[in-house]
C-alpha cells in the first residue's frame, strides 16, 4: 500500500515525498512504543519464571534472569499445588483439552448448519428465530448460572466434563450461528437454486457448496470458541467438581491456595501454560482471522 | 401431441399479495417461449414456479403431459440458466457441469463422454480446469449453458441470462443462444425485460404486467397488432406512437400545432369511440414520397427535433400533444422548426381506448 502510494506521486515533489517519509518514521516510532508497552508484561511473566525465588527476592522485576532454570516451568506442570493435591497444572490443562475441542466442534459444525438454514433457506418466522439466538449471545454468564445447574443436575451431568461441553456448546451456538448467517447471507441465493435443479438436497449442497466455501469464517468461528472456553473461568469454577476443573481454575487455586512463600515463578510459568494454546490458535491462525471477520461478497 | 408446457390457472401469492394472477400458458415441443415485462411483473417467479423453486398457491404445471405441480425440481426434468450464472465457485469448470450427474449417480465414463460433448459445442474445451472466478462474463455464461445442456432435459429455463454481459457479448450471446435452438430443437422458456431480446428469439412471446399476462402471441403478432396500450408502448423502440386522435365518421381528426388538424380517412374507424388512441410505429411514418401503398396518407408537419443514427434518421414532431416520432431515410430534407410531408401508413395504425388501453380494432 506504502509503495503504491509513493509510486502514484513521482519524485516530481520531493519535499512533500520527505515530509511523508518523515511522518511515516515517526508513525512506526508510535507503532514500537505501544507495542513495548504491551509486551512489557509478557516480558516480566517470561523473565520472573525463569528465575529461582532468591534472585527474585534480591533482583530488579524488570531484569534478565542470571542463572535461567526450569524449575518453575516444572514445578507448575506437574508439581505445584492446587489446594490439597500437588500434580501441577497437567491433568487441569488435559481437561480443558477435553472440553475445549469438542465443545468447539460442536458448535461451529450446529452454527453453521445453523446459519446456512437462517440465511439460504428461509422459512416462515426465521428472522425472529435469528433474533433470538442474537439476543442469546448478550445474556450475561450470571443469569443462566442456577437455572443451568438445575438443567445439569436433571440431565444426570453435573459436575462432569461433558456438562461444560454442553454448558459451552449452548453459550457458543448463538455467536458461531452470527458469524455463519452474516457470511452465507452473501451468497448468492441462486446458487442454492441452481444445486436444487441439479437434483443435490440440503446436506448435499451443504457440504459440496458452502462448507469448501466456508474457510475464512470456519477460522473465525475456530479461534472465537476456542479463546472464549478456553479462558473460561467462571462455567468451569461453577460446574465442575475436583476432578474435571478446567485450566483457568487449576490456574486460580495454584495462585491462591500457597501457604507461605509467594512462589511467583511458578505462578508466572502457570499463567503461560495456560494462556500458551490460545496463544498458539491466534499465531496459526490469525491471519485468516482478520480476512474472515473482513470477507465481503462471494463473487461466483 | 401434448404440449411441452402447460400452466392452467397457476396463481401465486405471498401473504395477502398476489404475485401472479391466473396464468395460463402452454407450449408445443421445440417452442421458443419469452415472458417479457418490466421489472415487478412476476416473470421471475413464474419460471421458478415452473422450476419448482416456488411452490405456487393454486393451478397446475404439466411438464411433457406429466402434473409436475408438486414435484420437486430435481424431478421436473428440466435444466435452469441464472442471471447470475450461479457457477459453483470452488469447483472447476468441468466440475460445474457434472455436479448434476454425480449427484444422480450417472456413471464416470458417460460423465466424461457429455462433458467432452457439451464443452466442444459450447468451446470451452480451453477452460475446463479452471475456477469461475477465473473466467470472463462471456465464459461463465457458456458453463452455465453448458450445465444446463449436459442435462439433455425436456425443457430449459432461462433466467435472464444475458443481462450481466456488456452490449456487444450480448448480441452475440443472443444469436448463439438461437442456433442452438435451432440446433438441438430444445423448448425453451426464457425470461427478460429485454423487448429486443424477445423478439429476435421467441417463436412465442408473454407479455406480462403486475403478475397478469397482457398478451400472448408470435413475435410478429404481438409487433403488429398490440392487445393493449401497454403492450404497444413496452415493445418495439423507440416506442409505438400513441397518438390522441377523435373519430369522425370514416375520418380521424389529429391535432397539430399551428394548422388545422390533420384528417385521415380510415374505414377501420367507423363504429368506434369519439376519442381513441392511435397507435402508429415510427417506421409506419415516412417522408412523403418515400412510401407507397394504397393506405398511406401525407399530412404537412411542423418538425421540432431532428435525429441522425446513422442507418435512420429520427424526426420529432408535435401531433395531438404528444412527441410523435417519425423513422426516416438519412437524405432527408426535414429541418428543425420548417414544415415537412409525412406519410402515415394507415394500413399499420392500431387503435385503442383511452381509459381501459384495450385494442379496438
Redesign the interface.
Known amino acids: 500500500m506504502t509503495d503504491l502510494a509513493a509510486s502514484a506521486t513521482p519524485a516530481a515533489r520531493p519535499r512533500r515525498g520527505a515530509g511523508r517519509i518523515a511522518l511515516r518514521w515517526g508513525l512506526y516510532l508510535l507503532l514500537c512504543l505501544f507495542a513495548l508497552y504491551y509486551l512489557l508484561p509478557l516480558f516480566v511473566m517470561v523473565t520472573t519464571s525463569l528465575k529461582s525465588l532468591d534472585e527474585i527476592r534480591s533482583g530488579s522485576l524488570v531484569a534478565l534472569p542470571r542463572d535461567i532454570t526450569f524449575e518453575a516451568w516444572r514445578t507448575a506442570w506437574s508439581g505445584a499445588c492446587t489446594g490439597i493435591q500437588c500434580e501441577g497444572l497437567r491433568p487441569y490443562f488435559w481437561n480443558s483439552v477435553l472440553l475445549a475441542v469438542p465443545a468447539v466442534l460442536i458448535s461451529t459444525v450446529v452454527g453453521a448448519l445453523n446459519g446456512y438454514v437462517v440465511a439460504q433457506w428461509r422459512f416462515r418466522g426465521a428472522n425472529i428465530i435469528f433474533s433470538l439466538m442474537l439476543f442469546g449471545c448478550f445474556i450475561p454468564f450470571q443469569v443462566v448460572l442456577l437455572p443451568m445447574a438445575r438443567l445439569l443436575g436433571l440431565m444426570g451431568i453435573a459436575g462432569t466434563i461433558p456438562g461444560l461441553i454442553f454448558v459451552h456448546v449452548i453459550y457458543g451456538i448463538g455467536f458461531t450461528t452470527l458469524f455463519f448467517r452474516n457470511y452465507y447471507v452473501t451468497i ?1 441465493s ?2 442454492v ?8 438436497g440440503f446436506f ?1 449442497i451443504f457440504f ?2 458452502f462448507m ?2 466456508s474457510l475464512p469464517i470456519l477460522v473465525v468461528s475456530v479461534i472465537w470458541q476456542f479463546t472464549q472456553i478456553w479462558n473460561d473461568f467462571l462455567f468451569g469454577v461453577s460446574f465442575s467438581s475436583a476432578g474435571t476443573q478446567p485450566v483457568t481454575v487449576a490456574l486460580n487455586n495454584i495462585v491462591n491456595s500457597t501457604t507461605g512463600v509467594k512462589a511467583y515463578n511458578v505462578d508466572m510459568a502457570a499463567a503461560i501454560i495456560a494462556a500458551l494454546p490460545t496463544l498458539l490458535v491466534y499465531i496459526v491462525a490469525g491471519k485468516y482471522f482478520i480476512r474472515g471477520l473482513t470477507a465481503g461478497s ?3 | 401431441m401434448a404440449p411441452i408446457l402447460e400452466i392452467s390457472k397457476l396463481r401465486k401469492s405471498y401473504g395477502s399479495t398476489e404475485i401472479l394472477k391466473d396464468i395460463n400458458v402452454s407450449i408445443d415441443k421445440g417452442d421458443f417461449l419469452v415472458l417479457v415485462g418490466p421489472s415487478g411483473c412476476g416473470k421471475s417467479t413464474l419460471l421458478n414456479c415452473i422450476a419448482g423453486l416456488e411452490p405456487i398457491t393454486g393451478g397446475s404445471i404439466l411438464i411433457d403431459g406429466q402434473d409436475m405441480t408438486h414435484v420437486s425440481p430435481k424431478d421436473r426434468n428440466i435444466a435452469m440458466v441464472f442471471q447470475s450464472y450461479a457457477l459453483y465457485p470452488t469447483m472447476s469448470v468441468a466440475k460445474n457441469i457434472t455436479f448434476g450427474m454425480k449427484v444422480r449417480g450417472v456413471d464416470q465414463a458417460t460423465q466424461d463422454r457429455k462433458l467432452r460433448e457439451v464443452a466442444q459445442q459450447l468451446q470451452i474445451e480451453a477452460y475446463l480446469n479452471r475456477r469461475p472466478g477465473q473466467l470472463s462474463g462471456g465464459q461463465r455464461q457458456r458453463v452455465a449453458m453448458g450445465r444446463a445442456l449436459v442435462r439433455d432435459p425436456k425443457l430449459f429455463l432461462f433466467d435472464e441470462p444475458l443481462s450481466n454481459l456488456d452490449a456487444k457479448l450480448r448480441v452475440e450471446m443472443r444469436s448463439e443462444i438461437k442456433k442452438l435452438h435451432h440446433r438441438l430443437g430444445a423448448s425453451i422458456v426464457y425470461v427478460t425485460h429485454d423487448q429486443i431480446e424477445a423478439m429476435t428469439l421467441a417463436t412465442k412471446i408473454v407479455v406480462m404486467k403486475g403478475g397478469v399476462i397482457q398478451q400472448i402471441g408470435t413475435p410478429q403478432e404481438i409487433y403488429n397488432r398490440p392487445a393493449n396500450l401497454f403492450v404497444a408502448d413496452f415493445m418495439g423502440s423507440p416506442a409505438m406512437n400513441l397518438i390522441p386522435a377523435r373519430v369522425r365518421g370514416t375520418q380521424v381528426e389529429i391535432d397539430r400545432p399551428g394548422a388545422a388538424p390533420i384528417l385521415l380517412s380510415d374505414p377501420k374507424v367507423a363504429g368506434l369511440p369519439e376519442n381513441v388512441i392511435l397507435g402508429l410505429r415510427p417506421e409506419d411514418i415516412a417522408e412523403a414520397g418515400y412510401r407507397a401503398g394504397s393506405d398511406v396518407q401525407q399530412a404537412a408537419c411542423q418538425i421540432d427535433l431532428v435525429e441522425p443514427a446513422g442507418a435512420d434518421t429520427y424526426v420529432v414532431s408535435t401531433l395531438g400533444g404528444k412527441a410523435v416520432t417519425a423513422r426516416l431515410h438519412t437524405e432527408t430534407r426535414a429541418a428543425p422548426g420548417e414544415s415537412l410531408d409525412l406519410a402515415f401508413d394507415l394500413g399499420k395504425v392500431s387503435y385503442f381506448e383511452p381509459d381501459s388501453g384495450r385494442r379496438l380494432n
Not at chain 1, 193 to 200: I, L, Q
Request: hydrophobic letters at 45%.
Open positions: 448468492p441462486e446458487l437454486k441452481a444445486a436444487k435443479v441439479d437434483g443435490a448435499r459440496a457448496i469448501p466455501l462471494v463473487k461466483g
